[in-house]
Structure formats: structure tokens, C-alpha cells
């Protein structure tokens, strides 16, 4: 079976610092994975997604993640963090089992941004 | 535009009392699917749909039903709510040509149970 761990329900940072969001999958097959953020009152969207194609992948709001298949790891990643940046992060795997379109989420990451 | 849609987007009710949560999506998607979201349990699959007449259960599915009579509409019905169906429920869709496409989601109907 697919799942993913995000390591850290909570994380703060200061504005301007790196941001870095851990999630790490179990798959016994080739992942697909993704990042979606949810703001405040909002639904998730996405931010981006791994589709084996290159192993950094670039997504909105100046976040990127890369796939690193040696420690089965898929952090979240974004040089100067943002006041804007400040939301609950989830990281999901497509799962291979069944449905194509079943996605297994992580229990989710709250990054604040401290001014 | 290119969306899900949801309502209601808050609904208070007692026990018991069975509700509608409806679910619309302008986009020609296969695939439908209906979400809870608890406070350190992240997102959690109650049922998915992948095209009309045909859905499945997801990962919790007591105490809830789904229909999908037509491609747009997948409407999440609780015929007899409880308190601990008090969560953020959201709606989602995407086409099923590959494992990579894009899920979008709806803005979310936040459900207490009284």
C-alpha cells in the first residue's frame, strides 16, 4: 500500500528564510506525487506535481520540490518565505491500487510566517 | 470558468436529520470524488466515482452515500447524520487519462452535527 509521512504538523519561520516542508512516501511502485496548499477558509490547490519527467519540479509561488528516489523523499522547498506563504500544506500520492484517481494525502503541514 | 462547486458552504443540523451536500463540476471529468478533513487526520476519501452509475467506497465511507446520475453531479447524502460527521467536507475531480492529471477541488461545506 501507498502512504505518505509529513514530518512536522507545524512550522514557523521568519520572513525572508528558506521554507522546507518534509514528506516522505511509501510506494512499491514508480510515485506520482503532489503538493497542494490550502489557504485559510479556502479549498486546496495545487502546487505542484511529480510526473517522473525531471526530478526538480518547479511549481506557483516560487515553490519547488524534488523528487529524491535514494531516501523515497519529496520535500517542499522555497528560497524566502512569504507572509502570502502562510497556509496548511499537504503532500499526496497517487495510488496504484484500484481507482487511478485515488490520492493518498499526508495529515498536512501549517507553515506560519512570522513578520 | 473551470471549476468545483459545493453547497452549502456551512450547514448546521441535528442528528438525524438527513442531508444533501451537492457537488458540480464544469470541466467534463470522469472522475469525482467526496473528502473529509479533521484536524490532524489531513484529508481521508469517503467515496469516489469514476464515471456515471459507477462509484466506490474510500476510506470511510460509514454513514455516508453517493450517486452519480450524470457526469457533472456527484451529490454526498447523509441520510442519518452524528456528531462525529461534524468535519470540513470537500468535493474534487479529474479527468482519468493517466495517474498525473490534476485533482481540483471544490471550496469546501463545513458540517457541524448538533
Known amino acids: 500500500a501507498q502512504s505518505v509521512t509529513q514530518l512536522g504538523s507545524h512550522v514557523s519561520v521568519s520572513e525572508g528564510a528558506l521554507v522546507l516542508l518534509r514528506c516522505n512516501y511509501s510506494?512499491?511502485?514508480?510515485?506520482?506525487l503532489f503538493w497542494y496548499v490550502q489557504y485559510p477558509n479556502q479549498g486546496l490547490q495545487l502546487l505542484l506535481k511529480?510526473?517522473?519527467?525531471?526530478?526538480l519540479v518547479k511549481g506557483i509561488n516560487g515553490f519547488e520540490a524534488e523528487f529524491k528516489k535514494s531516501e523515497t523523499s519529496f520535500h517542499l522547498t522555497k528560497p524566502s518565505a512569504h507572509m502570502s506563504d502562510a497556509a496548511e500544506y499537504f503532500c499526496?500520492?497517487?495510488?496504484?491500487?484500484?481507482?487511478?484517481?485515488?490520492?493518498?494525502f499526508g495529515k498536512g503541514t501549517k507553515l506560519s510566517v512570522k513578520p | 470558468e473551470a471549476q468545483v462547486t459545493q453547497n452549502p458552504r456551512y450547514l448546521i443540523t441535528v442528528t438525524g436529520k438527513k442531508l444533501t451536500v451537492t457537488c458540480s463540476q464544469n470541466?467534463?471529468?470522469?472522475?469525482m470524488s467526496w473528502y473529509r478533513q479533521d484536524p490532524g487526520l489531513g484529508l481521508r476519501q469517503i467515496y469516489y466515482?469514476?464515471?456515471?452509475?459507477?462509484?466506490d467506497k474510500g476510506d470511510v465511507p460509514e454513514g455516508y452515500k453517493v450517486s452519480r446520475k450524470e457526469k457533472r453531479n456527484f451529490p454526498l447524502i447523509l441520510e442519518s447524520p452524528s456528531p462525529n460527521q461534524t468535519s470540513l467536507y470537500f468535493c474534487?475531480?479529474?479527468?482519468?487519462?493517466?495517474?498525473?492529471?490534476?485533482?481540483?477541488f471544490g471550496p469546501g461545506t463545513r458540517l457541524t452535527v448538533l
Open positions: 470541466m467534463n471529468h470522469e472522475y
Open positions: 466515482s469514476m464515471n456515471v452509475e459507477v462509484t
Open positions: 511529480y510526473t517522473s519527467a525531471a526530478t
Open positions: 499526496a500520492v497517487r495510488s496504484s491500487m484500484g481507482s487511478q484517481g485515488n490520492l493518498i
Open positions: 510506494s512499491s511502485v514508480p510515485p506520482y
Open positions: 474534487a475531480s479529474s479527468l482519468l487519462l493517466a495517474r498525473t492529471d490534476t485533482q481540483y
